[in-house]
């Protein structure tokens, strides 16, 4: 089966690309199932109900998060009801969300996803190995295909989890950093491996920020919103195509559309929500 991981989705540009591009390449690209990290999806931080529902209408599989999970508090309720999304593994068990999804691909085969959260620059939090193993042992044994976004600083403790999970999952993918990597391949135990996907959403930017207002917070010291940044907008991730049998990665490719190449494919679900 091939599956899609789409890197972090950034403000409405983000979302509208995978909006714009994703009916049309799930089916001349033949993919079966599409993970995607909307933790940026509403004006750059947190996701809402509505972008949910859009991302979910527009081909996404499942939604994976991270470190702004909760900055819009409307989620809680589609995080504690809707089967398509999960929260952090390694976060407590009474924060809102579930550990894990189990899932169906379209052509029937279930599929696992686990978002773990890394602890190294970010906020305290569980630890990601611990729950890996915990969550392992939860998901059934026939469910053989276990996709992780790991969503994370520092390379090293993406590279750590890589190897820990080796052999046990199908896909580690890195999030949280939206500059991509080029790390891709596959681990000598099978498990398909990027440090980061990179960013969906305005190249034209400090990681999905307007340049000019991160410059002048930097340099000046004084508090200054970050709004979105506009242009050169980008979908980034990795296709990955697993062997269903065994769960293990067969082949992995970096995946970067840029907007024409996003109109190519031409199907639009258009819906006129004003999400930002
Ligand atoms: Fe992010
Ligand atoms: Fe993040």
Redesign the pocket.
Known sequence: MRVLFIG?IVGRQGVGIVVDSLVGMRREQSIDFVVA?G??SDGGSGITPSIYRKLIKAGVDCVTL?D?IYRKKDIIEILDTQDRIVKPANYPAIAPGKPYAILESATGIRVAVISLMGRVFMKPVDCPFAAADRVMAEIPADVKVRLVDFHAEATSDKQLMGRYLDGRVSALMG??T?VPTADTQILPGGTAFQCDLGMTGPHNSILGRDIANVTEATISFRPIAFPVAKGDVRLSGAMVDIDSRTGLAQRIERVSLNEKDASRYGDSNDDEDDDR
């Open positions: 972090d990290n933790e940026n991270g702004h999030t949280h939206h």
